[in-house]
């Protein structure tokens, strides 16, 4: 399935090969030196280990973080405009709220008026109609009477 493989380069192929070439150096120029002061020796701390194991090395000193600017202070206009904002919008939402409250109460005020009316209307219905049957004791018989009254005898 796999072709035999073959030493050396494949028929009908010449090989180069190619040797890197060095690359010469700029010329260096070194740079003057500048004599400085040697800096304070480090200071060499020990600490005794709970275990009592003595370990000794040159103390840290960590990087302070550059302090923060102070920030200027806000000027008293800006604060007046922004409370007057807050407060502009705290007055909306309240107007706001207070419409829904009045439309919420008229519609209750609305439903109670009708329940009354409604309540009322059917008192007034039953003192009238019951009026009949509770008052002197003649019952009037329309049906009869209108009945009677147009008859007519031949």
Known sequence: MYPEPTPGPPAGRTSETHQPVPITPAAVIPAPLVPMQ????????????PDGQVVTGYAINHAQPEPIAAKPPVSRAAVNVALGGVGFLAVSGGLLLLTTFITALTALITQLITLAAVIFGGWIAVQVFSANRHGSGATVHIRRAVFKRNHFHG
């Open 38 to 49: 040697p800096g304070p020796v480090p200071t060499v701390a020990s600490i005794v280990l």
